[in-house]
């Protein structure tokens, strides 16, 4: 299984589009949110991933076919300090459970070494566990769990 990180250009913005409304499906359980009029789930920032040089956009592919995507930010400034965060982080349910978000999530580290923060909804139980467990793998157990507004967050530093 050849799993890939493809940065997500500007004309398959639809694509990625399409598949954060499966996303959002699976997080509404967590998070309450409702779709819109249309029956879409809305993404204020999306637009934003190619007008801001700090953020990040991957599809992830798993022998060429689309799995999943990453979002987030890079160098960010957040109260002074520069820090890296996962906004959005998405693998079909076929592909869950073989590893692919823990390489998709490790190699996300290492391509931005620094300080990273990594924030979950409060009820949303399963992301908890899963970014505790891939955190816990990357750095041998060298992280702090801190109090976001939203939920837990798991921070610590990549050093690749």
């Not at 990594?118 to 009820?123: H, L, N, R, S």
């Amino acid at each position: 299984m050849n799993i890939e990180l493809e940065h997500v250009s500007i004309d398959e913005k639809p694509v990625l589009r399409n598949l954060m409304q499966l996303c959002f499906y699976d997080y509404s359980e967590f998070n309450n949110e409702d779709v819109g009029p249309y029956g879409l789930f809305n993404y204020k920032y999306l637009d934003y991933y190619w007008t801001e040089p700090e953020r990040f956009a991957y599809f992830v592919k798993i022998d060429s076919k689309l799995a999943g995507f990453a979002l987030g930010m890079h160098n960010w400034q957040d109260n002074g300090k520069h820090v890296n965060i996962v906004s959005e982080f998405f693998i079909l349910r076929k592909y869950r459970r073989k590893g692919i978000g823990m390489k998709v999530a490790h190699r996300l580290f290492a391509e931005f070494p620094g300080r990273w923060s990594i924030g979950q909804e409060a009820d949303n139980y399963p992301a908890q566990a899963f970014w505790r467990k891939v955190i816990d793998a990357y750095t041998n157990g060298n992280f702090i769990e801190v109090q976001w507004e939203k939920g837990p967050a798991q921070e610590f530093e990549s050093l690749a």
